[in-house]
């Protein structure tokens, strides 16, 4: 999910986004959202940087650690950080895991970069060095670029990767074959996982509902394995086209066959194995004593 305040930040993207998102959204927004879930046991979020002006990623990444440590229920924070600076990003990536102890991954939003620019040295290098810290990086690209991104993930096997929003695919039956395809391509690579997300942003009204939905979530959970997917909100974003209730009710519809475990992997086991900080201590301890 995601919080943003205007007053503290610089969100070029909401000009123009409708009534729905040009507002602040933060924990006490949430709360009505999640209060169907108030009987399934606690809610820990995963906040992922909000496209906030590049040179505040730092500050919106601390202020969400400051909002952690004040009592809401942030396990772990992805941030911004300027990944195609290569090299150059390095001390970037240091102050960032020296002073936002719940930070855990990196979202350098590619959706909109132009061909090559997913597969340039550069990015690829800077990419590189989230290893070394045990950092994710989350990947919010569209269908088109899925190609792409399969290069850089092959490229950087230390790197744990999280396609976010399955791809952003064209909910349309003739665009299914061919994202499923490149889907089938990406999760045949072992340090990727999915996010089962973003799909009633990307669906037109008519199709914002689980029986057509669903063709892109079983792929999705057949190619990776609940073992490497996890739900994701994309809350506020999604409320532009739904609600966080409406889209936990289209997860769990498509997961309902599943054994009990392998739901829980989903709704968060694989979300807690990869974005809890502990775990990337850990990623970052074995990615030392692998170069040493």
């Known amino acids: ?40 046991g606690p809610v820990s979020l995963v906040f992922v940087q909000a496209d906030c002006r590049s040179d505040q990623g730092a500050a919106e990444a601390a202020w969400v650690h400051g909002l952690a440590t004040t009592g809401s229920p942030v396990l772990a924070v992805v941030a911004h950080a ?15 895991v020296a002073e936002v102890p719940v930070v855990s991954g990196v979202r350098r939003l590619l959706q909109d970069e132009p061909p090559g620019f997913v597969t340039a040295g550069s990015l690829r290098e800077g990419v590189g060095l989230l290893a070394r810290h045990g950092l994710t990086m989350d990947l919010c690209v569209r269908q088109h670029q899925l190609g792409e991104v399969a290069e850089l993930v092959r490229s950087c096997p230390e790197v744990l990767f999280v396609l976010d929003h399955l791809g952003k ?20 690579l072992p340090n990727v996982r999915c996010k089962l997300s973003g799909l009633l942003s990307e669906a037109p009204p008519e199709r914002r ?12 959970l057949g190619a990776f394995g609940p073992e490497r997917c996890m739900f994701g909100s994309d809350w506020p974003v999604l409320t532009g086209a739904g609600g966080y209730d409406q889209w936990h009710r289209v997860v769990l519809d498509a ?22 900080p502990v775990n990337r201590a850990a990623r970052a301890k074995d990615s030392c004593h692998g170069s040493d």
């Open 82 to 96: 300027s990944l195609e600076r290569g090299r150059d990003c390095a001390a970037e990536l240091e102050r960032l």
């Open 255 to 276: 997961i309902s066959g599943l054994a009990e475990e392998q739901r829980r992997q989903v709704l968060s086991g694989t979300a807690a194995a990869t974005y809890d």
């Open 209 to 220: 509902t689980s029986t057509a939905l669903r063709p892109w979530l079983d792929h999705a």
């Open 169 to 188: 695919p064209r909910i349309a039956d003739e665009e299914l074959a061919a994202w499923a395809a490149d889907i089938s391509r990406l999760a045949a």
């Open 1 to 40: 999910m995601h919080f943003w305040d205007r007053r503290r930040f610089d969100y070029a993207w909401l000009a123009g986004a409708g009534p729905a998102l040009e507002r602040d959204f933060g924990p006490d927004d949430l709360a009505p959202e999640l209060a169907p879930l108030a009987g399934s």
